[in-house]
């Protein structure tokens, strides 16, 4: 079984454009996050989210909206797609906060031209 | 400013020769510190947590250390397997996660 999954797995798609992006963990955690991993591999946290409340949200563009329906999914949408948002999303869980072991998903690499 | 640095980039060892991986870090309340491989392609796999310095984790080939101020990844007699990318993660008073670059190694047989 997959404890965390993302679709899609690749996202190209022109400047503009808006997109969402799907995750979903039935590890039965608390807490879920969202990564950006850039060129040079660099992981950056964007978002998290506790039992569907918002916890911290790093200094991300406010075109980047997270989504959470239940605790179970955290979507992520994103508007008015830029060159420079190219990256691989990561989404994440974790049993508690930020001290608990993070577990990702297999990322969604997303392509603007 | 939080701060983690990972060193070196890469590292190409031969099969056998055992090293280590350095992640330095300056962070304002260290409330946990974490090891993730990644593979090409794929999300971070959780390897180990060191919440205070001094403590020890080992897995296999695989050992991590923490002081006040860096955690080793000690690798003994690595095989080719063990190639991936080796990320430092620490989890500060801020409720803040911060990500090293990573090392990447490569085994050759």
């Known amino acids: 079984d997959t404890a965390v999954s993302q679709t899609p797995k690749y996202l190209v798609t022109q400047m503009g454009n808006d997109k969402s992006i799907k995750c979903e963990q039935n590890l039965g955690h608390d807490t879920m996050y969202w990564y950006k991993q850039d060129s040079k591999k660099f992981l950056k946290i964007m978002f998290s989210?506790?039992?569907?409340?918002?916890?911290i949200n790093e200094t991300v563009p406010n075109r980047f909206s997270p989504k959470s329906p239940d605790k179970a999914h955290l979507n992520l949408h994103i508007n008015s797609l830029e060159l420079g948002d190219s990256a691989v999303y990561f989404c994440a869980s974790s049993q508690e906060g930020y001290t608990d072991t993070q577990y990702f998903g297999p990322g969604t690499r997303l392509t603007v031209l | 400013e939080d701060q983690v640095t990972q060193s070196p980039e890469a590292l190409r060892l031969q099969e056998g020769e055992s090293s280590s991986l350095n992640c330095s870090y300056t962070?304002?309340?260290?409330?946990?510190l974490f090891w993730y491989r990644q593979d090409p392609g794929k999300g971070p796999e959780f390897l180990f947590t060191?919440?205070?310095a001094g403590e020890e984790k080992e897995k296999e080939r695989l050992k991590a250390t923490l002081t006040k101020k860096e955690s080793f990844l000690h690798i003994t007699a690595p095989k080719p397997e063990d190639s991936a990318t080796y990320l430092c993660a620490v989890h500060t008073g801020g409720f803040k996660t911060i990500f090293g670059a990573g090392t990447r190694l490569f085994v050759k047989a």
């Open positions: 989210y506790n039992n569907k409340e918002l916890i």
């Open positions: 962070v304002s309340g260290l409330r946990g």
């Open positions: 060191l919440y205070s």
